[in-house]
């Protein structure tokens, strides 16, 4: 009995499995950045921007990630007011929160230009740097 249940649990598994993989092949699924797991599109929420489409977080990880930024925030205030941003220099009037992905760890209130760049370049100081060298060779 034990060795039915276990192979009509197995066989439910790869029939689900193969749902998720069609899905996937039909761009009716993506991949989670997060937890690495391919789930339906629905289960990945809206960016809050109307036509802006799915964020890549699953719902389960972006909900984790917004607890994280949310304690972040409350350990750490934003600036009250408009000033420099400490990263570029350029004057800013809404802070975003700038925080290390892998340990969580909060680095500051920065401009918004600059966390986006950070973000497309991985938070990786040797691929700023590289790309910094390039800018300036080609002035």
């Not at 699924?29 to 890549?56: H, M, V, W, Y």
């Not at 205030?77 to 290390?100: F, I, K, M």
């Amino acid at each position: 009995m034990l060795l039915t249940l276990l192979s009509t649990l197995t066989t439910s598994m790869k029939i689900i499995d193969n749902e998720i993989y069609q899905a996937y092949k039909s761009g009716q699924a993506k991949q989670c950045k997060e937890c690495g797991e391919i789930k339906l599109l629905k289960d990945f929420p809206l960016f809050s921007t109307k036509g802006a489409g799915r964020k890549n977080t699953c719902k389960h990880c972006s909900n984790a990630l917004a607890t994280i930024r949310r304690r972040l925030r409350r350990q750490n205030p934003p600036p009250s007011s408009a000033g420099d941003c400490p990263s570029c220099g350029r004057h800013t009037t809404a802070w975003v929160l700038e925080h290390c992905h892998q340990t969580n760890r909060f680095r500051g209130y920065i401009c918004d230009s600059c966390n986006v760049a950070f973000g497309k370049f991985g938070d990786d100081p040797y691929t700023m740097q590289r790309s910094l060298n390039w800018l300036s060779s080609h002035g």
